[in-house]
């Protein structure tokens, strides 16, 4: 009898990179763990996904976040054994309980490139984050952390005031423990720095490294997630640091320059743009 999975093409043999998405459920699809694992299945690699909060929310703000159990987590990554993680990805993350989950799964995982884009406000201004989790997240998670993808008011947010810009802010996280910062410039301009341009900044111990891209007009929802998840594709991919971040800059322009406006929503990225479209409607 003829191999099956050979004769229709079934891949057995080759491995394809895996990143582990820790982040919340965002109904919208703009961002969280269905923008991630769209994301990362576009750069060739595979998604597995464990949820860190459920929200109510749409492209334009979140109403509530329900934090998911750290004991459901635990179970979820346990049950993925049969994966080889290539990278992870950490986003949302609600509440003490889920954080010292994260934690703990990161920890299965020594030696894995780990990038946490610090969700801290939504982009209609509710807070998700607090005082006390920040300080948690500096102490438990932070030093695991291999590369952090705040944007400038988020840089600002998780540093002491006393750091009057965005370098020394940087310096200050890598102090803490953190491998490296790639600050976006998606929210604001830095001082300095032209209006139709967004700037991001590359800070690593060694050096340091800017890229700049042409402002594209309007909001978006799910930027900085589309962001972090194609770094961590890249990474897991086998990408150098400064190569992964080139890459994943390039794509997320593309997928905000081909994206896609809801009625009375923000603008989403479109993850799959290159994908053809096979439905049509009538005007």
């Known amino acids: 009898m003829p191999d099956a999975n050979h004769e229709y093409g079934l891949q057995t043999t080759r491995q394809l990179p895996v990143v582990l998405v820790l982040a919340g459920h965002d109904p919208s699809g703009g961002a969280g763990l269905t923008a991630d694992a769209e994301t990362i299945g ?3 690699v595979w998604p597995l996904t464990i949820p860190t909060a459920l929200t109510v929310q749409n492209s334009r703000d979140v109403s509530a976040v329900m934090p998911c159990r750290g004991d459901d ?3 979820m990554a346990a049950a993925l054994g049969e994966f080889s993680v290539s990278a992870i990805k950490v986003g949302l993350v609600a509440d003490l309980e889920s954080l010292d989950a994260v934690v703990d799964i990161v920890r299965r995982y020594p030696g894995v490139p780990v990038v946490v884009d610090p969700v801290l406000r939504a982009g209609g201004g509710r807070e998700l984050s607090s005082a006390e989790l920040i300080d948690a997240f500096h102490e438990r998670l932070l030093p695991l952390v291999d ?6 008011a988020e ?13 020394d802010r940087a310096i200050a996280l890598m102090a803490a423990g953190c491998q490296a ?11 300095g720095s032209a209006a139709d341009k967004v700037v991001h900044t590359l800070h690593t111990p060694d050096n340091g490294r800017q890229w700049q891209w042409p402002r594209l007009a309007g909001n978006f929802h799910g930027s900085g997630c589309t962001l972090a998840a194609s ?3 890249y990474l897991a991919a086998g990408e150098s640091l400064i190569q992964a971040c080139e890459l994943a800059q390039e794509y997320t322009w593309q997928t905000l320059r081909h994206g896609w406006q809801p009625v009375g929503g ?8 290159r994908h053809p479209c096979s439905i049509t409607t009538s005007e």
């Open 42 to 44: 576009a750069c060739g």
């Open 73 to 75: 987590m635990r179970a």
């Open 147 to 152: 590369i952090l993808t705040p944007n400038r």
């Open 155 to 167: 840089l600002e947010r998780l540093t002491d005031a006393c750091w009057q810009n965005d370098t």
């Open 181 to 191: 910062v790639l600050v976006t410039g998606t929210d604001s301009p830095a001082a």
């Open 231 to 233: 770094l961590a594709a």
């Open 266 to 273: 923000q603008a989403l990225p479109r993850r799959l743009w």
